[in-house]
């Protein structure tokens, strides 16, 4: 089956610092792969749509410049906490469509913990 | 715009008894549903998913849910619950002509030995 893999799964940075977290679709082409936030406890916040070859799609409320997205290759794409605070502490998932339309189904990555200490 | 409100937040069951967890979804348009379950610290596995056809779906792990057009329902069960089945459940829909997936606040549902 579809398989999304997200790395690292588990990162510790400093306050101030940057940290980027990769999301590859393993055995299809994503043209289009979403970022999620989770809070503790919480439900899933889209945060943007990342297209392939084309600047990534932001929900209302999400900061582009802190939240940088790269969605360079059919496989790839990338998430950018830039200037990482306490705050950004959370949980992110990236998930892609195999297939390109939804009735496939969505694919999750494994998640990322985020903590900045 | 979708979206989807689970009424539950936890739902204790204990073991090998039937369990329902409840999802109400709104929608202007057409919709596809589905049922995503979460292990502590990973991401989201898909437990079936309601497109068309028969309201009556049928997932994996014996989890069943059915689409309920007249009561905005998706409301997911299972006959007898495991220990295995703890988890956090969230129910999510989307619009037939659109990418994104809107989420309700999950129910975390925790099998009793």
């Known amino acids: 089956g579809a398989v999304v893999s997200q790395h690292p799964s588990r990162v510790i940075c400093k306050s101030g610092t940057s940290v980027k977290i990769e999301c590859r679709s393993l055995?299809?082409?994503?043209?289009?792969m979403f970022w999620y936030r989770q809070f503790p406890k919480q439900s899933l916040m889209l945060m943007a749509t990342s297209n392939e070859g084309s600047k990534a799609t932001y929900e209302q409320g999400v900061e582009k410049d802190k939240f940088l997205i790269n969605h360079a290759s059919l496989t790839l794409s990338t998430l950018t906490v830039t200037s990482a605070h306490p705050e950004d502490s959370s949980f992110y998932i990236c998930?892609?469509?195999?297939?390109?339309?939804?009735?496939?189904?969505?694919?999750f990555g494994s998640g990322t913990r985020l903590t900045v200490v | 715009a979708q979206s989807v409100t689970q009424l539950d937040s936890q739902v204790p069951v204990f073991e090998e008894a039937p369990v329902e967890l409840r999802c109400n979804y709104s929608s202007s348009v057409s919709v596809y549903l589905f049922w995503y379950v979460q292990y502590p610290n990973q991401g989201l596995q898909l437990l079936l998913k309601?497109?068309?056809?028969?309201?009556l779906v049928k997932g994996i792990n014996g989890f069943e849910a059915e689409f309920n057009k007249s009561q905005t329902s998706f409301h997911l069960r299972k006959p007898s619950v495991h220990i295995s089945d703890t988890a956090e459940y969230f129910c999510?829909?989307?619009?037939?002509?659109?990418?994104?997936?809107?989420f309700g606040t999950g129910t975390r549902l925790t099998v009793i030995p």
């Open positions: 309601y497109l068309s056809g028969s309201t």
């Open positions: 999510a829909v989307s619009g037939t002509g659109a990418n994104n997936l809107f």
């Open positions: 998930s892609a469509i195999p297939g390109g339309g939804t009735n496939y189904g969505y694919t």
């Open positions: 055995d299809f082409q994503a043209t289009t």
